[in-house]
């Protein structure tokens, strides 16, 4: 099966740019997750969807972060408008149930100048 | 929420076994004790899982002692291509936390010929 896709793989933008990372995770995984992991710090979580509802979004930093899995498939985070503190590797996962293990992309490497 | 300590860094050669312990002293009864693995520039991926006791599959054992403060990951006879971060993860098996993972700084195994 294929694995979770994420896109782009690398993104470099300005302070104040908008930024939209995508997400597909592996068909049929209900749940989808963000984490996420800024320099020199442990990867954190951001949120978890069920199908198109969001779970758990207790980890998002601030307003300024916005995910939407419309459809329930693929998923899409938003940063707007990035600051500098928002570089970092941005992964996406998914899994079957919510006791499965999760699948997790190989990430996009945001870089915010 | 119950956090782990593993080692920093750890040096092995090739086929030798490999034991890597984590304390995690305030594991709560939801909670599964649960091993990833992270090669650079690739996101984490699930080795395996338990609860209590020993779980064995193709790749690694786990071993968990009665009191599940602590447990070990085995990776028999290593080669190079094990060189990798390695996370001990702690989570809640209730239904709406199964996949909040709480990473810390892993444990950074380097192999050598």
């Known amino acids: 099966e294929a694995g979770v896709t994420q896109f782009p793989s690398h993104s470099v933008i300005e302070k104040g740019q908008t930024v939209t990372l995508r997400c597909d995770p592996i068909?049929?995984?209900?749940?989808l997750y963000w984490y996420r992991r800024v320099m020199g710090k442990e990867i954190k979580f951001l949120l978890h969807?069920?199908?198109?509802?969001?779970?758990?979004e207790s980890g998002m930093p601030n307003n300024r972060f916005l995910a939407e899995r419309t459809g329930g498939t693929y998923s899409t985070l938003k940063v707007q408008p990035a600051e500098l503190e928002d570089s970092g590797v941005y992964f996406c996962?998914?899994?079957?149930?919510?006791?499965?293990?999760?699948?997790f992309g190989n990430g996009t490497r945001l870089t915010v100048t | 929420l119950a956090k782990t300590t593993q080692p920093i860094s750890m040096d092995s050669y090739e086929g030798q076994e490999v034991n890597i312990t984590c304390s995690h002293n305030?594991?709560?009864?939801?909670?599964?004790i649960t091993w990833y693995q992270q090669f650079p520039s690739q996101g984490p991926r699930f080795i395996i899982q338990?609860?209590?006791t020993k779980v064995t599959n193709e790749v690694a054992s786990l071993f968990i002692p009665a009191d599940r403060k602590s447990s070990t990951l085995s990776l028999p006879r290593v080669s190079l291509s094990d060189t990798a971060v390695y996370y001990c993860?702690?989570?809640?098996?209730?239904?709406?936390?199964?996949?909040?993972?709480?990473f810390g700084q892993g444990t950074e195994l380097s192999v050598k010929p």
């Open positions: 996962a998914s899994s079957h149930r919510w006791d499965s293990p999760l699948h």
């Open positions: 068909s049929g995984h209900d749940n």
């Open positions: 969807f069920v199908k198109e509802s969001k779970q758990d």
């Open positions: 305030n594991i709560a009864t939801n909670d599964y």
């Open positions: 338990g609860y209590k």
């Open positions: 993860l702690v989570g809640d098996m209730r239904r709406n936390q199964g996949g909040k993972l709480i």
